[in-house]
T-cell receptor
Framework: DGGITQSPKYLFRKEGQNVTLSCEQN?????MYWYRQDPGQGLRLIYY???????QKGDIAEGYSVSREKKESFPLTVTSAQKNPTAFYLC?????????????FGPGTRLTVT | AQSVTQPDIHITVSEGASLELRCNYS??????LFWYVQSPGQGLQLLLK????DTLVQGIKGFEAEFKRSQSSFNLRKPSVHWSDAAEYFC????????????WGLGTSLAVNP
């Protein structure tokens, strides 16, 4: 059963701690994305990767880091430098064939930092 | 500048009534257009997409959307709404080429009265 998994669904951390959110896909998609979602602000792009070992900053990359060592995996680290990390985080992937741009989403991880 | 506008932040309809959610975009090239739906605390699910061809596209769950180039619009419609359609709806636009980022609207929250 193909899809995108994000774990855990809920994550709690103390302020000042780094935390890593997991994203795995078995859709054989080349491109992967991380979004942050806050109420009333839609989806904001944090980082994206179009190929293994390469990634680019999105619109709100400060305080976040990523890696793309495997095609299937694109973990996101929320560092202590992120001033307001509490949010809902969504991972997505998309195929790279010409004419396809749709993104497929995981179930999300809700991060609460206190 | 590239942008997507969903003019209605919140809409309430009665079950069985028709629905139209508006989406206007600003994009310099031929747009690829998408509608996604998100239930509370969940990831996004693709409802339908437009790449080319027939400007009236059919999607899942009985939804359809019409691309009107002259009006830069891609409005989502459903003839008869069900209580289970209550959710957040997002419009997005992307383009041809290797830039696979999508530009997102802020979403429209749909409530359905019994």
């Amino acid at each position: 059963d193909g899809g995108i998994t994000q774990s855990p669904k809920y994550l709690f951390r103390k302020e000042g701690q780094n935390v890593t959110l997991s994203c795995e896909q078995n859709l054989n998609h080349d491109a992967m994305y991380w979004y942050r979602q806050d109420p009333g602000q839609g989806l904001r792009l944090i980082y994206y990767s179009q190929i293994v070992n390469d990634f680019q900053k999105g619109d709100i990359a400060e305080g976040y880091s990523v890696s793309r060592e495997k095609k299937e995996s694109f973990p996101l680290t929320v560092t202590s430098a992120q001033k307001n990390p509490t949010a809902f985080y969504l991972c997505a992937s998309s195929p790279q064939e010409v004419g396809t741009h749709e993104q497929y989403f995981g179930p999300g991880t809700r991060l609460t930092v206190t | 500048a590239q942008s997507v506008t969903q003019p209605d932040i919140h809409i309430t309809v009665s079950e069985g009534a028709s629905l139209e959610l508006r989406c206007n975009y600003s994009y310099g090239a031929t747009p690829y257009l998408f509608w996604y739906v998100q239930s509370p605390g969940q990831g996004l699910q693709l409802l339908l997409k437009y790449f080319s061809g027939d400007t009236l596209v059919q999607g899942i769950k009985g939804f359809e959307a019409e691309f009107k180039r002259s009006q830069s619009s891609f409005n989502l419609r459903k003839p008869s709404v069900h209580w289970s359609d209550a959710a957040e709806y997002f419009c997005a636009v992307g383009g041809a080429g290797n830039n696979r980022k999508l530009i997102w609207g802020l979403g429209t929250s749909l409530a359905v009265n019994p």
